[in-house]
């Protein structure tokens, strides 16, 4: 006697139909940290399909051995694109099925994909999403900061020029701007961020989403180099970015470019002169920093002596710096 007939679950498998259908190609999202996050969907397929095209087959393979599939794994990256793309159409004209994975996260989201997906569509093939986790939709439902339209921007350029080109470039967006940036990176461009869009941008950055030491923090972008490097793991774990538009402030705060200036129309009120004050800055900075940190002495100052706020926040920064180093050798 089969024992198939006295176990109600293998009946019920062998009642569903297949997960894959015979030549085409599925894009299929995988956990970006938590691996509880693949879909039962995305299990199936993954587990049905004659081929899967991995962006790195040792990142992949124990996820297929984990749900037990035995599909034929071989490498589809940045590299060899182009020639994977010709294996998985040649593949798909058999008749065969393919899934293409990432590392993590969904296929052609900053991660290699698109031309394969391209030229499976040029070669009239099917090609099914199978929708699942997302490093830019985590982080975005998590910010607190967008609410409609923002503009997905990915990894900025690794040169620090071109770097600072393309952050120029989205300075006078008025919606969110979300990046993608590596760990050893994220430095270079929380630094770049104040230089060219200032220190009063909101920013969320999401570090290991979904991971055992997730951390999702908001903060002005003058603050955000401290948070960094107030803990030496930050800078390990890949990061998404959000950069709110210029002028945006979250409820219950004031940026310092948005707090209400005293108005007097048509000048001084009768028989009062103007009081002239003549400003120390460097004197200035130096007591409040002390007092209330490079990033709000910056604010206070940049609004009593009218300056740009860059000019005042790159003083801030070198009196610090003068003052660590007064400090430490006090120490030694």
Known sequence: MNSDQNDPQANERSRQPPAVEPGALYVVATPIGHLGDL???AARVLAEVDGVAAEDTRVSAPLLARIGSRARIFAAHQHNEAMAADRIVAMLAEA???ALVTDAGTPGISDPGARIVSAVLAAGRRVIPVPGPSALTALASASGLIEG???FEGFLPSRPRQR???LRSLASLDCPVV??????????TLTAIVEQLGGERWLVLGRELTKKFEEIHRCLSADALAWLRADAMRLKGEYGLIIAPAGFRLPGTRNADSREQPSHEGGAPAGEQ????????????TALIAEVGASRATRIVERLANRPH??????????????????????A
């Open 96 to 98: 065969k099925s393919v």
């Open 310 to 331: 860059r000019e005042i926040y790159a003083r801030a920064l070198g009196l610090a710096k003068q003052h660590e180093r007064v400090d430490s050798s006090r120490g």
């Open 149 to 151: 339209a923002f503009r």
């Open 274 to 285: 103007p009081v002239s004050l003549t400003l120390d800055l460097d004197q200035l900075l």
């Open 179 to 188: 990046l993608f940036e590596s760990p050893h990176r994220i430095e270079a």
């Open 164 to 166: 600072a080109e393309r």
């Open 39 to 41: 879909s039962t969907h």
